[in-house]
């Protein structure tokens, strides 16, 4: 797995729509160390996908300094202070996918990275009944919340489901 890592604000764009809303652009894609590879069974030099995944937060910028900082996985991705998260896009993530790839693959992420080469506002379709579901491109145009809370060290996980796991290949 790779570390959490937030992404300068290069090539991305915030526009206010109205006090309560706002618009993201983005013009480059993410850093090359943030996409994921997913080998070939039968040449692992070799990938059949390649994509890029992002929570959508807001934090308290207590420093003021316009960016945040995350420890490791293995520590929880806890933000590093003085900054805080406030809050999460519950059900929504964004993709990017630099390498499409056909389902099935994996189950979890079929239906974004079988889509077209760029970015993807994708929303979590979650079984209440289990901790299963698969993210799936929103439509054109949807809008997403956060959700806000208290300052805290810890992302607020606000999904059932599709938390920050490995997920296993289709064979």
Known sequence: QVDD?????VGVRSQPMTTD??????SAPPPPEMIRH??????????VAAFAFAEIVAFDDADNDGTFHVGS???GSRMVGPDAY???APMHAIFYVQQAHPPPLIPELDRVLS???GYHLAMADCDPS?????FTQATQGEQFRIALGPAQAMLPESRVCLLSHVLPLTP
């Open 86 to 88: 406030r809050g999460t």
């Open 38 to 47: 997913i080998p070939s069974a039968t040449d692992p030099t070799v990938s």
């Open 130 to 134: 289990t901790t299963d579901g698969q």
């Open 21 to 26: 809303t706002f618009k993201l652009d983005f």
């Open 73 to 75: 996985l293995a520590t």
């Open 115 to 117: 889509a077209s080469v």
């Open 5 to 9: 890592r937030p992404w300068p604000l």
